[in-house]
């Protein structure tokens, strides 16, 4: 796929002055896709619900490439951890490796504590039934 031309930066800057002067909206960042209910982002701005409130009206869109995003940043949605590629985020696996560990050996304590109270309660009913 050909890659868009780029706008010149001032070219650009004033095209979205004189834009938003006449009450358009200019919305800018790097457009990434997938945003979190699935279609296309730009910066932070989750696009297709953006444009949702356009639904059934006459639009001129003017779009200008300035040039390539960087590599974008991946923020880990549970705790924010900032990840270096998309994948699981290792705080997030710390904590829940740390809680099943937790409920292992909270298992095997309240195993270890009923195996004691059966042996009790076997030792006082041979001690019954001898008695
Ligand atoms: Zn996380």
């Known amino acids: 796929m050909k890659h868009p031309k780029s706008l010149h930066p001032a070219n650009a800057d004033e095209l979205a002055a004189i834009a938003l002067e006449t009450g358009a909206e200019v919305p800018r960042g790097a457009l990434r896709y997938p945003s979190e209910s699935g279609g296309w982002r730009l910066g932070d701005l989750d696009l297709s619900e ?3 409130k356009y639904r059934d009206q006459q639009l001129v869109v003017i779009i200008g490439s300035l040039g390539r995003a960087g590599a974008e940043r991946v923020i880990c949605g549970i705790c924010g951890f900032v990840l270096n590629d ?5 705080r997030c696996k710390l904590v829940t490796e740390e ?3 937790e409920l292992k050996e909270r298992q095997e304590a309240e195993e270890a504590l009923f195996r004691e109270i059966e042996e009790i309660l076997e030792q006082a009913g041979n001690t019954m039934s001898q008695g």
Do not use: E, R, T, Y
């Open 50 to 52: 953006h444009l949702d």
């Open 86 to 90: 998309v994948g699981g985020c290792p």
């Open 99 to 101: 809680a099943a560990k």
